[in-house]
């Protein structure tokens, strides 16, 4: 069936440096697309989102790409920071407004 | 910052009780949502509510669940027989409009024993 994906479970990085989270979708009818972070202890926290007529949205610190020739989102995040750590969830609308999200992948900021 | 509360924090309750799970909206909210997070899994919707009526219900979203706005200000989640796989995190959401950006509460964990 249709769903959405992350490459990978976990992300380690170390302060300073540039974070890319991946995420795969396969639902073609997919218009809508929308990051979240999630803090342990706390509930989805919307990030950026990006609409299926756009390659790329920028954000404060934070850039979506999406590339519907394959299917795939990544979410970059510039000078990750401490903070940053958390795990992060893409995920998709396709003409509902309810989100199906993805798996998540845990980003761990190494100061 | 308006917020989205949830009570309780975390409730533990034995196989076979009903629990309700309680979410505060943010006040000029209209639309209101829960969804579940077994651990390690993904968010899944459970069901979206507005004008004190069901909007949308996923398949998990079977007869022993059920959702009402009692008093105008509470969103709650009741489910009657609960069972072990019930166990997760619930999170009620809302938004102000029927539109993409839904604002999370806390959560709370639900342990059935």
């Known amino acids: 069936g249709e769903s959405v994906g992350l490459h990978l479970p976990t992300l380690s990085v170390q302060e300073g440096d540039n974070s890319i989270i991946n995420c795969a979708y396969s639902n073609s009818a997919s218009d809508y697309f929308i990051w979240y972070k999630q803090e342990s202890g706390k509930g989805p926290q919307f990030i950026i989102d990006i609409r299926s007529n756009m390659d790329k949205r920028q954000g404060q610190r934070v850039t979506v790409l999406l590339n519907k020739t394959v299917k795939h989102l990544s979410l970059q995040i510039a000078a990750t920071q401490p903070g940053d750590s958390a795990v992060y969830f893409c995920?998709?609308?396709?003409?509902?407004?309810?989100?199906?999200f993805g798996r998540g992948t845990s980003l761990i900021v190494h100061p | 910052e308006p917020e989205v509360t949830q009570t309780p924090s975390h409730q533990v309750t034995q196989m076979g009780q009903e629990v309700i799970l309680r979410c505060v909206p943010i006040s000029n909210h209209l639309y209101f949502y829960w969804y579940r997070q077994i651990l390690g899994q993904k968010v899944e919707f459970l069901v979206s509510?507005?004008?004190?009526?069901?909007?949308?219900k996923s398949e998990i979203f079977d007869d022993q669940f059920s959702v009402e706005r009692p008093d105008g200000s509470n969103f709650t989640l009741k489910i009657r027989s609960t069972k072990l796989e019930d166990s997760a995190m619930y999170f009620c959401?809302?938004?102000?409009?029927?539109?993409?950006?839904?604002?999370f509460g806390p959560g709370t964990r639900l342990t059935v024993l």
């Open positions: 995920a998709e609308t396709g003409g509902s407004y309810i989100p199906t």
């Open positions: 509510f507005y004008n004190n009526e069901i909007s949308e």
């Open positions: 959401a809302t938004t102000a409009q029927r539109d993409y950006t839904q604002y």
